[in-house]
């Protein structure tokens, strides 16, 4: 990485780490405190936010019902019950629980501010007009980062929890669903539906690179498609609507990806000597 000191010199192997070590630091603050705010706050996410997708009234499962009474389509789709109860077995659980759901939380917070950091340390490796972009970066990145977040809330993790809570074995098994688990499902859904939704951005950076084109995703193109339908297939019940209301998303944003990849491949090489 092409960075220098204040005073002009180039910057050794070791000053990199140290903005680096500084980098990690300044985001770990920020996601701290993000955390202490959406621990002062944990009695509203937890009952509002976390566990609302597991009440028939969440309004997911209300939209979906309004669309099958309207068009007529199959009533499972109006839900009157999710049949579990959430248990916590520990001791500490509740509070460790508690504990770690904030850091979560302030690391979606603290989500822009982790990529303004990112941005500083690449800042001055770019060239002038790149630098222009930091606000769009930010913003687009970021944006992007919401919308999967909120994908995965309000879509992935309700279908999921309508569609394993109803799965049943026998009748003998009850579904007493540790709290750890119940958790763990809400955070790897949103966490990752966030990170899903930057393949925009994951692409823009691997074709500036000459790492992939556009004609190579356009070849692997099919591949992705069935890729993306085994995901939509995994994560939704068995239904169509379902696993096309998870896919469609996906498909524009692999064509968003491809159309950002076309974008700089076209993009004309600027000499370093007029960057």
């Not at 629980?97 to 001055?124: C, H, N, Q, V």
């Not at 669903?177 to 949103?190: C, E, G, H, P, R």
Request: charged letters at 20%.
């Amino acid at each position: 990485m092409a960075k220098n000191k204040k005073d002009g010199s180039e910057m050794s192997f070791m000053d990199h780490l140290e903005e680096l070590r500084w980098l990690l630091v300044r985001s770990t603050i920020a996601i701290l405190i993000g955390g202490c705010v959406a621990f002062t706050f944990s009695k509203f996410i937890f009952e509002e936010i976390i566990f609302a997708p597991q009440k028939s009234s969440f309004l997911t499962y209300r939209i979906f019902c309004e669309l099958a009474n309207k068009y007529d389509l199959d009533k499972s789709f109006c839900i009157t019950e999710i049949p579990f109860k959430i248990q916590s077995r520990t001791m500490d659980g509740q509070f460790s629980t508690d504990i770690w759901t904030s850091i979560t939380a302030g690391l979606i917070l603290a989500f822009p501010f982790i990529l303004w950091e990112f941005w500083k340390f690449i800042r001055p490796a770019l060239y002038d007009n790149e630098k222009k972009n930091a606000i769009a970066f930010i913003l687009s990145t970021s944006l992007l980062f919401f919308l999967g977040v909120l994908f995965g809330y309000y879509l992935i993790m309700p279908l999921s929890i309508n569609f394993l809570a109803n799965y049943q074995i026998s009748e003998v098994v009850e579904n007493n669903i540790d709290l750890d688990s119940y958790l763990s499902l809400v955070k790897t859904t949103v966490i990752s539906c966030g990170l899903v939704f930057e393949m925009p951005i994951i692409i823009f950076f691997l074709a500036k690179l000459g790492i992939v084109s556009a004609s190579f995703l356009r070849t692997y193109r099919r591949y992705a498609y069935v890729i993306i339908l085994i995901v939509a297939a995994v994560v939704t019940p068995p239904d169509v609507v379902s696993q096309m209301t998870v896919t469609i998303p996906l498909i524009i944003l692999f064509e968003a990806s491809i159309l950002i990849a076309a974008r700089m491949n076209k993009t004309p090489k600027i000499d370093e000597t007029n960057g």
